[in-house]
């Protein structure tokens, strides 16, 4: 056999060109199967995304066999992110098209992958890169439902919460989205709300399968809430021991129909007592908000809504049990229209109520202290300014956040702290910086805060390493 | 805000009244059973029901004005008493059937839109410039069903943001009914007292439009981060944005930007930005071309002081006023004018405020005394006047902000007759003229009679409102303009007026 010069120069500068660039090929293909997780079948119609560098997409649906195909890619890392009505949406995950070897997918740190996804790669025979993924997506769950007043007439913008049940994290950080059951073991999440229409009509999805609890609250609609009205668990409870929990499996609609409970109870009230020589307006534009928080309570379903008074509060509707009450006192004379309005008094204490009316429950408020402190920073580090943010845990009074900035010298000052639990969160430039430590005199507060008030006059320090501050200058 | 000044109004009803009365369907006249009546006792609700003859009854030892809500009608403040001879005890409310759009938003692929902000918008006039406004809101749920609520009856234009199918598809933008980027006049969707409109759908299309990209350049000495870039526009009220991403190398991409007006924003943060975060701006027309070697400057933001002085128009010492300036998110800056009239704002961070200028209150034993009657007649930012736009911050400010107040009123009184010459009883009376500060308020009293303060003198319309949305509808005024001969204000003193109405306004 002969063979002329030229046809071995051709395999040459072939093989070369594949030796010389390998293992860069010139040419991918992606394709997949869109399937149902639980069973295994096809799903048509999935539309499918894949994007190189997340600002020039490619788009495709699956055809009637579940099937997607993407040839002709230019080899790179893609982003791949599949969506079908009715099925949970997987989060996009990473797939690399520059290698020939075979992974799990998402292997790339995709923060949720796809479950169950794999990724055969091989190379074809013309070194085109080939990349079959199977995309497995789960049917979600949905719960529907009428919220209707004790009379029977549809409740518009009820909150309708669906609760989950789940073993308590650790460690644990206070969110006002989770809430502890009192084995100490587990703990309620909020995985969804939403509200219901001017029909009472409410629609809850994208919910993954397992045990939910659903529960309906108070209406933001003003006035359209008595006082002997109480926060209501599917089907007819009022807490959540004696909730009845739905077991949702992927893809079942359910119905859960809510009609909210009334319950009389007793009438707390008192004066509320200021302190003497301060000096503050005495008018209506100083006024204080009082509120009863429910001790070991999954949902403050003990009261109605929390009262404003002047000289005095009246509460009504309460029922029997252990409470913690709060009061905070607001000026609003430097900014009567706005948001300004400067918490001044304060007072947090336990009650218990029993099944009688507690009148003279007078509250003596005392006056909301500041809290200074310093920044310092790790040798090394250029200081910059840095914004201190206080989040109030568990006093729902304590809107609007304490805020402070530090100043050239790293002192900066948390002005009138309402009584409460608070966590410290540290920022700069709208960016969270790490402190490598927040502590309160002794006391390391960066994990589980403090509560207010404090017993001492321990400054607030935060001490931070520069590596971690978010590459400020 | 709204809380504090109903805490104001309940303070000062006077004490131990019993309020009695009957909610009525406005549409058909039929009693309103299970409605909530709720008024403020000394600091908690007082919440009652109407049983089903509609009736109610309420004692508290101070009673407010009332508040009557049914779900499916409007809500209602029971203050206003439309026909002679009931504004005593005990009172007739109506309740006016709530009109509902529904429909479904598709993508082009006939894929549910979930998560689309959808609207329902008509043209309200904000300080004296048109603008569209949403009525009603709702989002889509996974079906991409929406559901418009609580709407008064009148026209609307239905608006969807692109919601998930923007996130999946970037050309997928904000669309009007039935499928257009800009309200069409044609296009609105009728509803009456109590109606559903359903059906209502959109199905979203894909726009091309242009690409606007450029590079951001970092201050000296600042290394280069990942910053946010977008571009606002404000298309008549209504905001719409598109997100852009930035490159290692500083440049930056936003793509499927359709044509308009908008403002083209980097920001080190979040917007709006705090002091010491870097922050570039600058208008841009987008036209069917694309928008390249655009250069964003990023600066650090500075919190700024604005100082002022407040004067009399006559000359005389100014009183002590209340200056608050409201931004378009955050708490705002307030201050008080002293003695000689001068003030500070302080800390003000770039963006848009608007002003508030009241008297200062005093408060006397508890109460608060009644104050000066002055109103701002003007504020100046330099050369430009801006009592009624606001004005924008964007580094140092233009010069001090010089406010004028005047105590100077020219009072108009009368009496509202029917058509039978019978005296209307708490009607609501609006003036207008054009110019800022042509504008006056009255309620009729139990006689017909009202009084006005107007600020100027002028030729004037009168319109007797239905309701205070009317004020703000630009629909409504047109076609009631001629309702009331025009009135001539004069300085000095004016003779009484005798208003008679053609009609009372259907509620």
Redesign the interface.
Known sequence: MRYSNSYFAFLLLSLSSIYAQAPAATRAILEGDVVNAATGAPIA?A?V?IDPT??D?L?G?SDAGGHFLFSSLPPAHYFL?V?A??FLRPASTSVDLTLPRSSTAGTAGASCLLPNGTVARSADADGTLHARISVPLAA?A?ITGTVT?P?G????DSAVEILGKRPVQTPRRPSPASRPLPDGKNEIVTVAMVRT????EF?A??LEPGTLYVVANKTT???????SFRATYYPHAMNFASAKPLELTAGQQVRADIQISRQSGVRVAGRLVKPEGEEY?????L?TSVILVPQQSYIQNGN??F????D?????DVLPGKYTLMAVTRD??????????KPVFGLTRPIEVGDRDMSGVDLVLQPLRDLAGAVTFREGCTP??V?ISLQSIGNPLAW?QTEA?SGADGRFVLHSLVMGKFTVSVS????RVRAASIRLGDRDVEKDGFEAPLSGDDPLRIDIACDNSG?Q? | MKHCLLLLIFRVMAAGQTVEGDVVNAVTGAPVAGAYVSTTNGSEPLVVRTDVSGHFRLTASAVAPVQVVHAGFLGNYGTRVYKPGQASSPLRIELTPAAAISGKIEDEDGLPVERAQVQAVRYRVVNGERKLQPAAWAESDDLGRYRLKGLPAGRYWVRTGSGDAGNWDRRYVAEYFPGTLKPDATSQVEVESGQEHAGVDIRLTKHEGVTVSGRIEMPAGVAVSSRMVHLQSDSAGLPEWFYGSQQSDGSFIIRHVTPGDYTLRAASGNYPPQAGELLAEQKLQVGEADEGSIVLTLHEVQAVDLGGTVVMDDGSNPPRMYIGLRGMMGPGVSTHSGEDGSFVLKGLLPGHYDMQIIPDRKIVNGTIAAGSSAHPVSARLGEKEVLQTGFDVDGPPAGPLRITVSSHFIEISGKLLDASGTPVAGAQLALTSDGPNGQGWATTDADGGFRFLLQRAGDYHVYLLADQNDWSDPDYLEKHVDDFPLLRVVDGTNPPVTLRSPALPVN
């Open positions: 119609g539309r995304k997340q600002t997409p788009y649906r992110s969506d009505p009715g979600y949905v007043d009379d007439i549809p409740m518009e229409n001017d029909k009472g629609r999805a994208r609609s003003r006035g359209a809430w008595e006082s307006p005495s008018g209506p534009l006024y109605g809504p009262v404003t008074g002047w005095d509060y009246e509460l009504n609003a004379s430097a900014d009567p229209y706005g948001g300004n309005q910059f300014a914004r609007g900035v700069s430039s709208g960016r590459g200058r």
